[in-house]
């Protein structure tokens, strides 16, 4: 059974679903960094990329494709007809040592976590006689690192450096795959030593990064892709078209204006590349562009164009963008009394209007 497009996708529990992935030239992109790197000799990444960007979706088309399952991405790692054997962890808000025993069923008390090595060697086995490929995959890598931060950062980054080089041994066909929303440092805290921040250092320079983050117009492709229509363009995207060249709204691509049509219909392209640029900016996964697209009833509206956007993100956005720790709220407070002037002056107009119009016609002037 093909699933629809999913805004947030879970390794573990989507591992043998159809999903619809479509790929993009990001993705495909760093598909290619990973088999380059990989068999330059580097063996541990980390994708970073703000959230709803599709790094779990990603994470999901690699596995399909180095298993043979599906071939979504082009990512030739080893030999392509042996075994790909996939271990899948999902951040959690609590000990990634902890995590890993608990998964691999050891205990975690051993001394330079061997049991949880030796573990991972097992796995590594099953699929090594016959050149296959380890596959360790640490979606939401953050939250552990957030844990670790917090309450044991010696003793929970030593095991991330330990994993690392673990995998990086070029004698071991293993891949690591992380994924974090922000750069690892980040995670920091703000409260660690100048020792422990020299050691995140370490980490993060054993772990090659690999930027994600899908660009608005890409975005855009694949709304159009997900709602079904067609490309067809009227009197509205010429007019968009127009005003683009006219004005540099968006400072969008002229061509990929034509080339979308009305087929974000009934958004026209201003609203649908500002929604997709907020929901990047402000959003979470199941805040998505694909998320809005499947929960609001755009078939039954004629238009969807700024003012409603605006509706939009003010309701479901509310509390973070009129809090004074959004880096933003000067812009939006402006934006608020702007349109709020604009529709007090629209209304008194409109209210002229149907008084003169209800007015005798011997008292008009």
């Not at 598909?31 to 541990?44: Q, Y």
């Not at 979606?139 to 552990?144: M, R, S």
């Not at 649908?272 to 805040?287: D, H, K, P, S, W």
Request: aromatic content about 12%; proline content about 2%; charged content about 25%.
């Amino acid at each position: 059974m093909i699933v629809k497009f999913s805004p947030s996708v879970n390794i573990i529990r989507d591992s043998n679903k159809s999903l619809n992935y479509v790929s993009t030239p990001n993705a495909e992109r760093a598909a290619l960094a990973i088999t380059e790197s990989f068999n330059k000799g580097v063996h541990a990444f980390t994708l970073i990329g703000s959230y709803g960007t599709g790094k779990s979706s990603f994470l999901w088309a690699l596995q399909q494709s180095l298993q043979g399952n599906k071939k979504l991405l082009e990512c030739r790692i080893g030999n392509t007809k042996a075994p790909v054997r996939i271990l899948n962890f999902v951040g959690a808000y609590q000990s990634l040592i902890e995590h890993f025993a608990e998964q691999l069923e050891v205990k975690s008390n051993s001394k330079g976590n061997q049991k949880i090595f030796d573990a991972i060697y097992q796995e590594y086995e099953k699929v090594r006689s016959k050149d296959g490929l380890l596959v360790i995959v640490i979606d939401e890598f953050g939250k552990f690192l957030e844990y670790a931060a917090k309450f044991d950062p010696d003793r929970e980054l030593y095991f991330v450096q330990q994993l690392a080089e673990f995998v990086n041994d070029e004698r071991r066909n293993i891949l690591l795959l992380t994924t974090l929303h922000q750069n690892l440092e980040a995670y920091t805290d703000g409260k660690l030593s100048e020792a422990q921040r020299q050691e995140w250092k370490k980490v993060k320079g054993r772990l090659k990064e690999i930027t994600f983050n899908e660009p608005v117009e890409q975005l855009l492709v694949l709304a159009a892709k997900s709602l079904g229509r067609k490309a067809k363009s009227n009197t509205l995207s010429q007019n968009t078209l127009k005003l683009e060249k006219r004005y540099h709204v968006v400072l969008a691509d002229h061509h990929l204006i034509q080339e979308l049509g009305d087929s974000l219909h009934p958004l026209d392209y201003f609203s649908a590349y500002v929604l997709t640029a907020a929901l990047q900016r402000y959003g979470q996964n199941e805040r998505s562009l694909f998320t809005f697209l499947e929960l609001e009833d755009l078939s039954s509206k004629k238009s969807y164009g700024l003012v409603e956007v605006y509706d939009y993100l003010y309701q479901e956005f509310y509390a973070y963008l009129t809090t004074k720790s959004n880096t933003d709220y000067t812009l939006w407070a402006s934006i608020k009394e702007e349109f709020h002037s604009y529709f007090r002056a629209a209304k008194t107009k409109m209210f002229f209007q149907i008084v003169q119009d209800a007015a005798p016609r011997h008292h008009r002037k």
